[in-house]
Structure formats: C-alpha cells, structure tokens
C-alpha cells in the first residue's frame, strides 16, 4: 500500500492540458521534495521532475510540477500520443525511513 | 551520458537466492548514493532500498528487510543486490537507479532484470 495517492487514470485529448494529483502526508511532501516519473512500459522510467518544479536537461516545459503543504501535482500540456505512460510521484517519508512512490496514474491521449 | 546495466535476473524457485549486479559507467560512481527500484507485473514502482557512497548508510523497505542485502563495489563501479528467502511476491523488473536525493528517488535508471519467483 503506497503512502502517496495518485488518481488511477486519465484521459484526454491531443493538444490539451492534464494536471496529475499525488497526495501525501506530513512525514513525506509535508516534508520533502517532490518528484515525478514517467514510465512507459517495456522501458526504463525516466525523470521528469525534481525538487518540486525542476526539470533535468532534455525535459520539455511542456511539464511542470509543483507542491502545496502535503500535496504535489504535474502539469503536461500539448499532450502528444507520445505521452501516453504511467507517471509516478516520489519522495522520501521520515516516518518509515524510506522512499515511497505514489500509486501511479495512467495517461491515455485520446 | 550515464550508463547503469542490471545483470543477474532469473528463474529461481521460492526460498532460493539470487544476487543482482549493476555496471555504472559514464559518471563518477563514488559520488552518488544508488537504489534498486522494483516492478512486479502489473503493479506500479516500488522502492527497495538505497546506500550511500561510502556504504554507512543502508535503507531497505519493509517488505525486503532482513531477506535482502545491499552493497557496491566503489573500485569496481558496481552496485549489488543479494536477495535470500525469495518469496514469488518478489517477481519483477529490478533497476538500479542513481539517487538524486532531496526527495528524488532515481535521477538515472538502467533497463532493468527480470526476477521471477516460481516453482
């Protein structure tokens, strides 16, 4: 059972917006950064998102990421079929002493 | 570009034993904590444990604690996973991934080994 709740899916058209939800608590974005994962299967996760808003080199501003007190949220715009994967949140929860994934939610682009 | 290749993955039966490897190349492997992080099928990213450069700190989840043991090889760029007790909740798609700390879980990741748990 993950600590951080991710809406299961998501559906939307090419070209629109989609922001993503990771819910945590006080012991985990409370209290940490946040990050996000995209996974499409078959291949390696990639990251999209560290320390709440920032983007690694190579990443579109197309994704952006935030975090209010214990929640966090990923934005993606112009959603491109090329999109379509698992995205997960992350960070570290003090309380188990651990790092914790979000449930994970699945983009499709319609 | 960073390199991580996980080796080692297999068919084992339940109770068995397996040690996985990690080749990192391309970056400074002393300079990094890693983690091994899991997929079993159908189901999403699980972390499995984390060490720090130099070894002196070891963190593992609750469902591997006891049973799995990290470690690396600094003069070798290696990192280990050495799992015992085997149980078939354990079939997935290992990674070894470099830790970006701060609440970053992976910053780079390898392609993965399959680990199946079956008799």
């Known amino acids: 059972q993950s600590v951080l709740t991710q809406p299961p899916s998501v559906s939307v058209a090419p070209g629109q917006k989609v922001t993503i939800s990771c819910s945590g608590s006080?012991?985990?974005?409370?209290?940490?950064?946040a990050s996000w994962y995209q996974h499409v299967p078959g291949t390696a996760p990639k990251l999209l998102i560290y320390?709440?808003?920032k983007r690694p080199s190579g990443i579109p501003d197309r994704f952006s990421g935030s975090k209010s007190g214990t929640s966090a949220t990923l934005g993606i715009t112009g959603l491109q079929t090329g999109d379509e994967a698992d995205y997960y949140c992350?960070?570290?929860?003090?309380?188990?002493?651990?790092?914790?994934f979000g449930t994970g939610t699945r983009v499709t682009v319609l | 570009e960073v390199q991580l290749v996980e080796s080692g993955g297999g068919l084992v039966q339940p109770g068995g034993s397996l040690r996985l490897s990690c080749a990192a190349s391309?970056?400074?492997?002393?300079?990094?904590?890693m983690n091994w992080v899991r997929q079993a099928p159908g189901k999403g990213l699980e972390w499995v444990s984390y060490?720090?450069?130099?070894?002196?700190?070891?963190y593992y989840a609750a469902s591997v604690k006891g049973r799995f043991t990290i470690s690396r090889d600094n003069a070798k760029n290696s990192l280990f996973l050495q799992m015992n007790s085997l149980r078939d909740e354990d079939t997935a798609v290992y990674y070894c991934?470099?830790?970006?700390?701060?609440?970053?879980?992976?910053?780079?990741w390898g392609q993965g080994t399959l680990v199946t748990v079956s008799s």
């Open positions: 391309k970056f400074i492997f002393i300079d990094y904590g």
């Open positions: 320390e709440n808003n």
């Open positions: 992350g960070t570290w929860d003090r309380g188990l002493s651990a790092y914790v």
């Open positions: 006080s012991s985990n974005l409370g209290s940490d950064y």
């Open positions: 991934a470099t830790d970006g700390g701060r609440g970053t879980v992976a910053r780079d």
């Open positions: 060490i720090n450069s130099g070894s002196t700190s070891i």
